[in-house]
Each structure stands twice: as structure tokens, then as C-alpha cells.
């Protein structure tokens, strides 16, 4: 007869060691798959580094402005502090004028009330009691009067000067945080390219290779017409510049930025206009109606108005994309049309 015995029970010590095993197993494999996670997919990526170049440039675009404004501040005040230092020199030479008829008031004698105020300790407060002595002479008067005037516009000229150059600074700290932040998404979105596999990163250059092959091959420009032999002027310039590389901030004559494009365009063309997107967006008539633009015409996109573009023809515009890519021909419905600009 077979026997029936029960298996026996595994030690306590045993169940111990396999209970720690399982856990250590299922904590080794919790970590590998946070320490591997899933590749993520070309398109995600995509997605994402459209979005941060795209807010790179509205920080571009923010920077040329505040680059521009720095410049004509920086102008304003050295013309300020030009304007102080002739207004002191001309201070200086009335009060040398009146020191002369002091001495002279001295030698002969006595000095006039009025210009022992103006020697006196404390000459910021004179000129306000001269004005108050029946001793004065005629001629003592309009030369402490002129001395008044001068040292008011001095006063005044020195205020302008100090609250300029404090603007200075303001758009110095603006300027460095926007080129700081165009960096840190130009950086973030390496980092989300570098998070790719080196096939993905292959495959998303084939893709972008041959999506502009494509744009360029079915480029069809036709007959169309500038709007004016400026526009034209401007145009053919723009095209002078095709496969030049994108660079924020840059006018040229290397590099450049989607405004700093059109901005070189059209002073090839005998015509200044604004330095960015948003400002060119107000430099000429609005058209908006795209089947209306003509050849020449800056075409304004998103509604922030933080990227444009040259009409070419066609429903195609010439532009500076973005970093990375060169100076090109783009179909006007890849992006957001707003309107467009007739200059002149």
C-alpha cells in the first residue's frame, strides 16, 4: 500500500530566504524599468521641440526688441549727459562772470549784498534772495537771472540724465534674461532630441531632409507680381540670402532671424522698418486677405505676431524658420496666417 505521508513543511528559515528573493527580484526589476523607461516616439518628439523652438523665438523676437530699445536709450542718454556737460560749462562761465564784478565791486571799496549771497557758504540758496535786493544793479540783475536759468536747466538736465541712464539698466537686466531664455529652450530642446535613440535621431533627420526636398521641389512661384519696385527690390534680396543658416538675434550679413530677414530686405531696397516681427506687423497696410498679397509683401504669423515672412508667390513666403534650419521657401499654410504688409 502506498504511503500517504504529508510533504514536509519547509523550514522557517527557508520560506524566509524565498520570501526575500521574490521581493529583492520584483525591486530589481521596478528599478531597471525606471532606470530604462520607453524611447519616446519620433512624433512626440517632434511635437515637443516644435513647441520649444517656437517659444524660443516669441524670446527672440522679445529680445531684438529690447536690443533695439537698449540702443536708442543708450543714444538718448549720451546726448543727455553731452547736453549736462555743456549746460556746467556754461554755468561756470556766468559764475566766473560774476566773480569778476565781485572783485571789482571789492576793489573799489564794498562788495554788493547780492554777491556776497552768491560767495557765500551756502550759494544753492542765493539766487532766490538776490532776486529780492533794490541794490542790485541792472547788469548784476541779468547776469545773476541768466545764472538762475542755468542752474535750473542744469538741475533738470541732470534728473533726465539719471533717469535715463537708470532705463539703461532696466532694458540691460531685460535683454540678458530673454537671450537667457531663448538659450534654455534652445537647450531643452536638445535635451529631448538627445533623449532619442541614435535611429530615431537618423530617422527624424531623413524625415525633415526629405520634407524639405519636397517643399523645395513643388516651389512654384509662377508669374506673380510685386506690389511695387521697392517690394520687388526687397524680394530679390531676401532671395539672395536663401540656404543662409538661421541665427537668433542676427541681422546678418551671415546669419539671421525671421524679422532681422525682412528688416535686411528691405533696406537693400532704400527702406527702414522695424527691427521685429511684432513691430513690422505695423509698418505698412494691413492686407487680410491672403489671395490679395503680392510679391514683396511681409506675411505675419501667429497671433502674437512672433514670426514673418516674405510673399513669394503662390501661396509661398521666404523666411528664416528657426534655429537649425536655413533661410528658405515655405508654404503659407504649414503656419498660422494672421495677415500680411504692404510696405509703402
Known amino acids: 500500500m502506498a504511503s500517504h505521508r504529508r510533504p514536509k513543511p519547509a523550514s522557517r528559515t527557508r520560506?524566509?530566504?524565498l520570501t526575500a528573493t521574490a521581493a529583492a527580484a520584483v525591486a530589481l526589476s521596478s528599478q531597471a524599468a525606471q532606470a530604462?523607461?520607453?524611447?519616446?516616439?519620433?512624433?512626440?518628439?517632434?511635437?515637443?521641440?516644435?513647441a520649444l523652438y517656437s517659444?524660443?523665438?516669441?524670446?527672440?523676437?522679445?529680445?531684438?526688441?529690447?536690443?533695439?530699445?537698449l540702443g536708442t536709450l543708450q543714444k538718448e542718454a549720451s546726448n543727455l549727459q553731452d547736453q549736462v556737460a555743456r549746460q556746467q560749462e556754461k554755468l561756470n562761465s556766468l559764475r566766473d562772470g560774476i566773480g569778476v564784478i565781485a572783485a571789482s565791486q571789492y576793489r573799489s571799496g564794498g562788495i554788493d549784498p547780492s554777491l556776497q549771497l552768491f560767495l557765500s557758504s551756502n550759494p544753492d540758496s542765493?539766487?532766490?534772495?538776490?532776486?529780492?535786493?533794490?541794490?542790485?544793479?541792472?547788469?548784476?540783475?541779468?547776469a545773476l537771472t541768466q545764472l538762475q536759468d542755468a542752474k535750473r536747466t542744469?538741475?533738470?538736465?541732470?534728473?533726465?540724465?539719471?533717469?535715463?541712464?537708470?532705463?539703461?539698466?532696466t532694458t540691460h537686466t531685460e535683454l540678458t534674461k530673454k537671450k537667457n531664455e531663448t538659450k534654455q529652450k534652445l537647450a531643452k530642446a536638445q535635451t529631448v532630441l538627445n533623449g532619442l535613440t541614435e535611429a530615431q535621431r537618423e530617422q527624424?533627420?531623413?524625415?525633415?531632409?526629405?520634407?524639405?526636398n519636397r517643399a523645395s521641389s513643388q516651389v512654384d512661384l509662377g508669374n506673380a507680381k510685386a506690389s511695387s519696385a521697392t517690394a520687388e527690390a526687397a524680394y530679390k534680396a531676401a532671395v539672395g540670402k536663401l540656404d543662409h543658416p538661421y541665427g537668433y538675434g542676427d541681422e546678418g550679413p551671415t546669419y539671421y532671424d525671421c524679422s532681422g530677414l525682412?528688416?535686411?530686405?528691405?533696406?537693400?531696397?532704400?527702406?527702414?522698418?522695424?527691427?521685429?516681427?511684432?513691430?513690422?506687423a505695423n509698418a505698412g497696410t494691413r492686407i487680410y486677405s491672403a489671395s490679395q498679397l503680392e510679391v514683396g509683401d511681409l506675411v505675419i504669423f501667429y497671433g502674437d505676431y512672433h514670426?514673418?515672412?516674405?510673399?513669394?508667390?503662390?501661396?509661398?513666403?521666404?523666411?528664416?524658420?528657426?534655429t537649425g534650419e536655413n533661410v528658405k521657401y515655405e508654404a503659407m499654410s504649414d503656419m498660422p496666417f494672421q495677415f500680411g504688409v504692404r510696405i509703402g
Request: hydrophobic share 40%.
Open 15 to 17: 520560506v524566509t530566504v
Open 36 to 50: 530604462a523607461p520607453a524611447k519616446e516616439s519620433i512624433k512626440d518628439a517632434k511635437a515637443k521641440v516644435d
Open 55 to 69: 517659444q524660443a523665438e516669441v524670446a527672440t523676437e522679445q529680445y531684438d526688441a529690447a536690443n533695439e530699445k
Open 126 to 142: 542765493y539766487l532766490d534772495q538776490a532776486t529780492s535786493l533794490d541794490q542790485i544793479s541792472s547788469l548784476q540783475a541779468g
Open 154 to 169: 542744469l538741475d533738470q538736465e541732470r534728473a533726465e540724465a539719471t533717469a535715463k541712464l537708470a532705463e539703461v539698466q
Open 204 to 212: 527624424m533627420a531623413e524625415d525633415n531632409a526629405a520634407a524639405a
Open 262 to 280: 525682412m528688416q535686411y530686405a528691405y533696406a537693400q531696397a532704400g527702406v527702414s522698418i522695424p527691427r521685429t516681427s511684432e513691430e513690422q
Open 307 to 322: 514670426h514673418v515672412g516674405m510673399y513669394a508667390g503662390h501661396g509661398q513666403v521666404i523666411h528664416a524658420p528657426r
